[in-house]
């Protein structure tokens, strides 16, 4: 089937612009998580949709990011007045389960240029 | 909370030689550890994983060794081929919900 795919895989925007990046994870499963990846960097943890419980943000580095999941499916990560360090490729990977043990299966990335 | 550090950053060895990346972490209480691979340009996808209540596993060339008393854990790839040319992430269960990740390592195999 359908892996989980992300859009726009690249954007370029001027700092102070807004963006937002969109994520549809495989059909069916409860969790979607977020993530940003620096150059040379591992996979910074952003934030977690966990079924229908309250979303864990505990890794978002400021209040000019937000995301959203609508109706358990599609997730959108919005970050505002963006700089320059905002610049990363944003992974999101979604599992079948709420159980830490089950597979994240990742989108390809949407690769933020801010200018 | 959780800090993962992964060594080395990277790695080169001769195709058929074998590979050993090193992960330490913090928090004793992380119980699940699984490690990712990324080739170029693609997402990173899960190899092989192992739990704090075993010791070692093993998946064709590759296994995992856990040490929970000095909180570090291992991946090793026997005969290693080119296409095992990749970066790859361990990562360490947080929060019982999470994962945290390491920096890295970039694998050349030569051949």
């Given amino acids: ?115 | 909370g959780e800090n993962v550090e992964q060594h080395p950053s990277t790695l080169s060895v001769q195709e058929g030689d074998s590979a050993v990346i090193k992960c330490t972490y913090s928090d004793s209480a992380s119980n699940y550890f699984p490690w990712y691979k990324q080739e170029l340009g693609k997402r990173p996808q899960l190899i092989i994983d192992i739990r704090s209540n075993v010791g070692e596993k093993k998946d064709q060339r590759i296994a995992v060794t856990l040490n929970k008393t000095a909180k570090h854990f291992s991946l090793h790839i026997t005969e290693t081929q080119p296409e095992d040319s990749a970066v790859y992430f361990c990562a360490a269960s947080i929060d019982g919900n999470k994962l945290v990740f390491g920096a890295g390592t970039i694998l050349r195999v030569k051949s």
């Fill in chain 1, 1 to 115: 089937g359908a892996g989980v795919s992300q859009s726009p895989s690249n954007k370029v925007t001027e700092k102070g612009k807004d963006v937002e990046l969109r994520c549809d994870p495989i059909s069916g499963h409860t969790a979607l998580y977020w993530y940003r990846q620096s150059l040379g960097q591992g996979l910074e943890f952003l934030i977690y949709f966990q079924g229908n419980s309250a979303p864990d943000k505990s890794g978002l580095p400021s209040d000019r990011f937000s995301a959203e999941r609508t109706g358990g499916s599609v997730s959108t990560l919005t970050i505002q007045r963006t700089q320059q360090e905002d610049s990363a490729v944003y992974l999101c990977a979604s599992t079948g389960g709420l159980a830490v043990t089950d597979t994240q299966y990742f989108g390809p990335g949407t690769r933020l240029t801010v200018l």
